[in-house]
Nanobody, 120 residues
Framework: QVRLVESGGGLVQAGGSLRLSCAAS????????MGWYRQAPGKQRELVATITSSGSTNYADSVKGRFTISRENAKNTVYLQMNSLKPEDTAVYYC??????????????WGQGTQVTVSS
C-alpha cells in the first residue's frame, strides 16, 4: 500500500500565501517525479507544477513567478509554496507521484486533495 497525504490548504485572502505539503508513505523502491495538480468547479484537472527526483521543475504558465515546487527526498515529501494568490487559484489541489514497487512503476498515484480557497 502506497499513500500520498496532502496538507496545508485553507482559506486565504487575495495576495496571501499558503504552503502545501505532500508526504508519501508505504512500501516502494523508488519515488520518481512528483507534482501538483488542481481542479476547480466545472473544470478539468490541470497541471500546476512538477519536480523530478534531481530537482528539475516545470510550471503551468498561470502560476509561474508565484508558485514554487520543492522536495525533500529523504522525507519523501514534496511542497508547493503559493504566493500572491488570486481568486482564480481556488481549487482542490492534488499531489501526484511516479512510484516504483516490486511489480514496476506507475505515475498515477494521487492524494485525496486539499482545498484552497482564495477570497477577493
Amino acid at each position: 500500500q502506497v499513500r500520498l497525504v496532502e496538507s496545508g490548504g485553507g482559506l486565504v485572502q487575495a495576495g496571501g500565501s499558503l504552503r502545501l505539503s505532500c508526504a508519501a508513505s508505504g512500501s516502494f523502491s523508488r519515488l520518481n517525479a512528483m507534482g501538483w495538480y488542481r481542479q476547480a468547479p466545472g473544470k478539468q484537472r490541470e497541471l500546476v507544477a512538477t519536480i523530478t527526483s534531481s530537482g528539475s521543475t516545470n510550471y503551468a504558465d498561470s502560476v509561474k513567478g508565484r508558485f514554487t515546487i520543492s522536495r525533500e527526498n529523504a522525507k519523501n515529501t514534496v511542497y508547493l509554496q503559493m504566493n500572491s494568490l488570486k481568486p482564480e487559484d481556488t481549487a482542490v489541489y492534488y499531489c501526484n507521484a511516479d512510484i516504483c514497487r516490486v511489480f514496476g512503476c506507475r505515475n498515477d498515484y494521487w492524494g485525496q486533495g486539499t482545498q484552497v480557497t482564495v477570497s477577493s
